[in-house]
């Protein structure tokens, strides 16, 4: 490699020599300056060193810089000015061991492509270490095989900074607390507080901002309390390593490791930064958490790796966050903290906005309707007004009431309880939720997108099948079964090929009470539990057959040997690996009590059958042993074939129904992993998971290649993306968001970090998940039981529906105050309610039906139907002439009953008492229309709800407590009317219920409904499809 | 009948973007009867920049990675990843989609263990006119144009890998054939156009030179008729451009039929040969008229020869078998089509049979199919084809 290596060190001693080519942003502020630096873009190295010359600067007060903008602010005091600051920056000389760890190659590579195109920063290549011979890499890093003294350590320490990742993604309990004061009600509600204040109703500001406080109370509290449970999960913190310091192996710190310390892992231990390995000896790592590949990769010291492939090929390298399966390495650090790979999803997963979820889009649409309403309806009144004589200040005051009547007051208490409650159902299965509106935007999930490894699969490897003497077997939890179909016992051929897999294996077995334990390698400890399912005694085979040496797979030799004593003082050779050279090496096979010839037709038979495993997913493994003399056996002593074994990850339990029951819910699946699509495919294929007998494989590495527009349509039919990286996880989301679809994506690795956070529902697994990917997810599932998702949709189907039930009950009823204010001044007949009443209606007694409809159960046809289209509004144009004709009934009620008081008790206070009594009466029993559109309160069988029918009782108790309480009378300013007139009044209100009873049946042909009794459990049949209904009105 | 003109035939590399989709998904069909030999399978590619469509439609319970074997094919054709490229074997993105056949009508069958009477119930399910040629220009009695055009074709696609790395897999050449008394007399004009990954200063001539050199003059060297000094030789005529290959035209299966048959020479079904199992007629149909028409060639019935046969849905034997000997044929034509009905069985089952077409994936290590689908699908001579076989002479021949 000694193009690439002079390459390398002509680029970093180019920069070296440059400095900064810097220029100033902007400093209009007195003592600040922000100036660009190309060089920090994307830089740490170059921040870190450039905030630590410039601070130690005399005059120099703080200085941040940001690698994203490739910015630097900086404060100074009175010493300094922008352009003296502006020299120190692009004075500053790129020291050039600084740049080495990961900046030759960005910059390298950026001067070539040269766009300004933004790709995701894993795609963009960095220091090219697997490139390099690991005696070069050496030399790079300044560094030797004997490791670094503690002076050089502690130097690059202050240097390179600590091995610590950036601070988990945590919200502060600020930010959950600014966060229930930023939606439009709330802003609104805030709005209508300021014009009580104005209007010279300190009482009503005052109840406004009480509403206001608890509401965000109960959203704060309950966001926080998920906040807390998901801090209380497992947090890992890594165990001291093993390095290389003043020439001794001493333990040292995870935090305090820095490029170019020599490390030593082994089985078990957690790999603590990105590192080159100098020797590997038959060293695995599990990288499924960085590339979502399951099964462990082999690593090797010795091979150069090509620059542009991808970090689960660059076998020459172990990455942070990976674990070590077996045997032992070392290897020489080249990045640390947040320069590794892992820091670098993190920057990815910073980068990645959250999307707004649909209700708080429809919340924000719903509040520029309700300022356009507020503005008309303040505008008519006072052209009403003034072309009716009333004096400016009369005017304004009744239309500052309307306005107040228009404002949805109970709206952020309604919507953020409803959210909460959900919240609270799904903590107890075992859900949760980090955002309240998390609940709603999973109700109206279009799309799941499916991580393979750890979602669908338990990521671990068990034995599936075998092929023994020309019989194929299959495994299934301790039970053998063969082609046929029955249940069979282990052969004594099959039991051969067992002793051969328990003995060739360095997985050991933990003796423990109760839950049998093995440990080592996915791979073998697979053959070992399976070996012991089947009933063979392993211990003991072991101590019999005690291991004398054995031989290592190489990379010319893809299988390992075993030898062993015989009780009978000969070896036995167990070997294991490539099952086509192992094969190889065979000349007899085990048959049934004895051996037989190895022919062509056998040895043919084998390598189909090996094909068609691999192309069923499995990873197939060769077996054979030869029993020889004492003699020392070499590579061609001839073995006898025992057969071949299947591995792989199984399919967790319950998910082939979950995806069906998540095609009835209309929900399409997508699974996505960085296996291999024969895998992918054969997984697809057993859950189900193409809703047609179709199955649309999207095979790629290099998704960037692809433009936005054909992603986007292709993403819209891919079932399966296989072989994908995780910078492509979060393509995928966002071309299937642009498409229009909301997303939910569910992940346990580290890699789909950035993608659970794009998706608009990030779902984790909470027990084999990172903590990267439980912290940036919406909703974490405790017990990684992923059928939980299932409830949990209904769950936000009908939070959503219950939600556009409240909101439908407050629009019609506070449309019902605008029209008898707005009709009565029209008419002449004097303002009917004060602003008081109507607050008094709009937070107290409208209050109650509000929330009873906000846990409105589920109608149990919930997952039959497909998801709301995107961009459904809380309040569409289809609502409009039915939420219209509601409040018109029940002005029409009030309008009597006012006109009744006015003859009665004329202007001064009877008649407006009346209207008041009437009106709340009529909203309240509006309260139990307002469960449906389209069913009427005379249908029986649809899930009850005994809240309404009590909060309603509760309203008439409140109006009948502030009828009698002389006190509460003078505060909403009503007289005491006769109880026959209450009665009267109560009665208008029950004829405003049944009159609009009556139109909604009289709108909605019920003709072929079945009116009494249908079964609620059964689906409906087809007429009564709801979905079907509401399209038609 | 014409009996002095000129005509020219085309061929293209195996890494044209049409043919690539023709080997993938010939490929596809080797691999699965290589697993199942009973498997219905119908292969379909279309590649376009970066990304290669494959929709597999299958009645078989093999499963076959897909998306491998599309990528070995690619990296097995030349397009491997050097930088510049964009498209190659590793970066390319494959869209795979998988469909199932009802199986219900199409239960699989073994025409091996068939009887007669088995054979008869095997229909034709799709109405094709296929047609088989076969004269006397050349020792494997095909045109001497195609025969030609492949040959330099293949010429190409071999210099590249030893002699011009520069080179990309992607090759088209054409070859004019000037005709006195319907015999080829010399060659009228050839063209070779290469692609090249880059163009760099003062490459064109020297291109043209080697082209001449390795590939003009490597595929004339053993034959009879050779480029005169009067024939035009047009290497690159538009200039030499970077880039070539899918990454910068688009491609199809089943669009080269010409070239994989006889050069426009003599007719050809518009339907695909690749990516179809051997139930299909469509594709075997052609392989027993070529099969028929060679063997009346060899025979001495003949010096030209095109054998039509026409089938319809639901019938078994085909409708038509028209044996057309352009006047060649020293006895009279009826005799040779009634020798032509007696010797062939034109049965879809028979065919299959008759030339092991479900067993020879299986029995060569590559898939057999792979192979047929750059250079002609008929008139091979580098690898085996029961169809090329002159076993029907003397039945034929005698009476």
Request: charged share 20%; aromatic share 4%; with cysteine.
């Amino acid at each position: 490699m000694p193009a690439s290596q002079s390459r390398a060190e002509a680029s970093s001693r180019h920069a070296s020599e440059t400095g900064h080519d810097a220029s100033i942003v902007h400093a209009t502020v007195s003592g600040r300056v922000r100036i660009h630096v190309p060089s920090l873009y994307r830089n740490r190295q170059v921040a870190l060193s450039i905030e630590q010359a410039l601070i130690g600067q005399p005059a120099v007060k703080s200085v941040s810089s940001n690698v994203y903008t490739g910015n630097v602010l900086v404060r100074f005091g009175a010493d300094l000015n922008p352009e003296r600051v502006l020299d120190l920056v692009g004075g500053l000389r790129m020291d050039a061991a600084a740049l080495r760890p990961g900046c030759a190659a960005v910059s390298r590579e950026r001067a070539r492509t040269g766009g300004p195109r933004l790709r995701p920063a894993a795609d963009r290549p960095r220091a090219a270490w697997h490139t390099l011979g690991h005696e070069v890499v050496l030399l790079h890093l300044e560094t030797t095989g004997e490791g670094l003294s503690s002076d050089e350590a502690r130097q690059r320490l202050q240097r390179y900074g600590s091995n610590e990742l950036r601070a988990a993604v945590q919200r502060p309990l600020s930010d959950i607390v600014v966060s229930q004061f930023t939606s439009l009600p709330v802003v609104l509600l805030i709005g209508s507080s300021v014009l009580s204040i104005v209007t010279g109703g300190l009482a009503d500001a005052a109840v406004i901002v009480g509403v206001i406080a608890i509401n965000a109370a109960i959203g704060a509290s309950t966001e926080a309390a998920a906040e807390r449970n998901i801090q209380t999960l497992t947090r890992f913190s890594a165990p001291p390593v093993v390095t290389a310091r003043d020439g001794v192996n001493t333990l040292v710190d995870v935090a305090a490791l820095v490029p170019g310390d020599v490390i030593r892992v082994r089985r078990g231990d957690y790999v603590p930064a990105d590192a080159r390995l100098i020797q590997a000896a038959d060293l695995s790592v599990a990288e499924s958490a960085l590339t979502g590949e399951s099964a462990p990769v082999s690593k090797a010291a010795n091979v150069l790796v090509d620059h542009l492939a991808p970090l689960g090929d660059r076998v020459n390298m172990l990455y942070r966050g990976t674990v070590v399966t077996g045997g032992s390495g070392i290897a020489v650090v080249v990045a640390t903290g947040v320069s590794t790979e892992l820091g670098r999803i993190q920057d990815m997963v910073t980068e990645a906005a959250q999307p707004e979820t649909p209700l708080q889009r429809q919340l924000q649409t719903l509040g520029h309707q309700m300022v356009m309403v507020v503005g008309v309806v303040f505008g008519g009144m006072v052209l009403i007004g003034w072309l009716r004589g009333y004096r400016l200040i009369d005017i304004v005051r009744t239309a500052i009431s309307l306005a107040v009547a228009a404002i949805p007051e109970g709206l952020p208490t309604v919507s953020t309880m409803t959210l909460a409650t959900g919240v609270r159902r799904l903590r107890e299965r075992g859900l949760l939720v980090r955002r309240l509106d998390a609940v709603e935007t999973l109700g109206a999930v279009q799309v799941i997108c499916l991580d393979k490894t750890g979602t669908i699969t338990a990521n671990r490897m068990v034995a599936q099948a075998a092929y023994v003497d020309g019989r194929r077997f299959r495994f299934d939890t301790g039970r053998v079964s063969d082609d046929a179909g029955g249940d069979t016992v282990a052969g004594n051929s099959l039991m051969w090929l067992l002793r051969v897999g328990a003995l060739c294996s360095d997985a050991t077995v933990v003796a423990n009470t109760g839950a049998r334990r093995v440990d080592g390698t996915p791979t073998e400890t697979a053959l070992v539990h399976l070996a012991l399912d089947l009933g063979l005694d392993v211990a003991w085979l072991r101590s019999s057959f005690p291991k004398l040496s054995h031989l290592e797979r190489s990379e010319h030799r893809m299988y390992m040997t075993t030898m062993h004593a015989t009780p009978e003082g000969r070896w036995l050779l167990a070997t294991k690996g490539r099952p086509d050279q192992v094969l190889s090496r065979c000349g007899a096979a085990v048959s049934d009590g004895g051996l037989r010839e190895l022919g062509p037709a056998e040895r043919s038979d084998i390598e189909t059958e090996n094909e068609s495993m691999a192309g069923r997913g499995l990873r197939v493994l060769g077996f054979a042993f030869a029993e020889v003399d004492a003699a020392a056996p070499d590579e061609h002593t001839p073995l006898v074939w025992a057969g071949l074994v299947g591995i792989a990850d199984p399919i967790r339990p319950g998910i082939r129904s979950l995806i069906g029951a998540f095609h009835g819910a209309g929900i399409q699946t997508v699974m996505i992993t960085g296996d291999q699509s024969a895998t992918a495919c054969a997984v697809a294929r057993a859950i189900g998971l193409s809703r047609v007998p179709r199955l649309e494989v999207l095979d790629s590495t290099g998704l960037a290649g692809i433009p936005d527009e054909l992603l986007s349509a292709l993403a819209c039919r891919v079932d399966v993306f296989s072989r994908v990286s995780p910078s492509n996880k979060l393509q995928i989301v966002r071309g299937l968001q642009r498409a229009g679809l909301i997303v939910a994506m569910t992940g346990d690795g580290i890699n789909d970090g950035p993608a659970l956070r794009a998706s608009n529902v990030g779902i984790a697994m909470g027990r084999g998940g990172s903590e990267l990917a439980r912290e940036v997810a919406d909703i974490v599932l405790l017990e990684d039981d992923v059928a939980a998702l299932l409830e949990a949709i209904s769950d936000g189907r009908t939070t959503a529906d219950d939600i556009r039930k409240s909101v439908h009950f407050i629009i019609s009823t506070n449309l019902s105050e605008i029209l008898l204010t707005l009709g009565a001044t029209a008419l002449g007949f004097g303002v009917p309610l004060n602003a008081t009443q109507l607050l008094w209606i709009n937070l107290l007694t409208d209050v109650f039906p509000e929330l009873a409809l906000s846990v409105d159960p589920a109608e149990s046809d919930m997952l039959q139907r497909p998801p709301r289209p995107a961009g459904t509004m809380l309040v569409g144009r289809t609502d409009y002439p039915r939420l219209a004709v509601d409040a018109a009934v029940m002005t029409g009620a009030a309008m009597t009953s006012y006109v009744y008081g006015l003859r009665r008790y004329g202007p001064a206070g009877g008649a407006g008492t009346m209207a008041f009594l009437t009106l709340t009466g009529a909203q309240l029993l509006h309260a139990f229309s307002s469960r449906s559109e389209t069913h009427s309160v005379l249908e029986w069988g649809r899930p009850s709800n005994p809240w309404i029918g009590l909060s309603v009782a509760g309203g008439f108790g409140v109006q009948a407590v502030a009828a009698v309480v002389p006190w509460l009378r003078r505060l909403l300013g009503t007289v005491r009317v006769g109880a026959g007139d209450v009665a009267l009044a109560w009665g208008l209100a029950g004829v405003s219920f049944a009159l609009g009873e009556t139109l909604k049946i009289l709108t909605h042909d019920h003709g072929s409904r079945p009116r009494a009794l249908p079964a609620p459990q059964t689906p409906p049949p087809a007429v009564a499809d709801p979905t079907v209904e509401r399209r038609e009105t | 009948m014409k009996r002095d003109f000129i005509f020219s035939s085309e061929s293209v590399t195996e890494g044209h973007p049409d043919k690539l989709c023709d080997r993938i998904s010939d490929a596809l069909v080797g691999q699965y009867l290589r697993r199942d030999p009973l498997a219905r399978v119908t292969a379909e590619c279309a590649v376009s920049t970066g990304i290669l469509f494959v929709a597999v439609r299958l009645a078989s319970d093999a499963v076959v990675d897909v998306p491998f074997v599309a990528r070995d094919v690619i990296r097995d054709i030349g397009y491997e990843r050097d930088g510049s490229q964009t498209f190659n074997a590793r970066d390319c993105t494959v869209m795979t989609t998988l469909s199932e056949f009802d199986r219900s009508p199409l239960e699989a069958v073994d025409e091996m263990a068939m009887t007669h009477a088995d054979i008869d119930r095997v229909v034709a399910r799709d109405q094709v006119t296929v047609f088989g040629f076969a004269c006397t220009h050349t020792p494997t009695l095909m045109p001497l144009p195609v025969w030609l055009a492949h040959k330099l074709a293949r010429r190409l696609a071999a210099v590249r890998r030893e002699h011009l790395p520069e080179l990309l897999p992607d090759g088209k050449t054409q070859v004019s054939v000037e005709f006195r008394d319907r015999r080829p007399a010399r060659i009228h004009g050839l063209t070779v156009v290469t692609t090249q990954r880059d163009v760099r200063a003062g490459d064109a001539d020297r291109l043209r030179a080697r082209v001449r050199e390795f590939v003009i003059e490597g595929a004339f060297a053993d034959e009879e008729i050779r480029p005169d000094a009067r024939t035009r030789i047009a290497i690159n005529p538009e200039g030499v451009f970077a880039g070539g290959g899918p990454a910068a035209h688009s491609g199809l299966t089943g669009r080269k039929t010409a070239v994989d048959t006889y050069g426009e020479y003599a007719r050809h079904s518009g339907a695909a040969l690749s990516g179809k199992d051997p139930s299909r007629i469509d594709r075997v149909g052609a392989y027993a008229a070529r099969h028929a028409a060679r063997n009346v060639v060899a025979a001495g019935l003949a010096t030209e020869c095109e054998v039509q046969l026409t089938y319809a849905i639901g019938l078994s034997a085909p409708v038509s078998v028209q044996v057309e000997t352009f006047g060649t044929s020293p006895i009279d034509e009826g005799e040779v089509e009634r020798r032509v009905r007696a010797a062939c069985d034109f049965r879809p089952a028979a065919i299959v049979r008759r030339f092991g077409l479900r067993r020879l994936p299986p029995a060569r290590p590559d898939g057999f199919y792979v192979t047929l689908a750059a250079y002609g699908h008929v008139g091979r001579i580098d690898i085996e084809l029961p169809w090329e076989q002159t076993d029907l002479v003397d039945v034929l021949g005698s009476r």
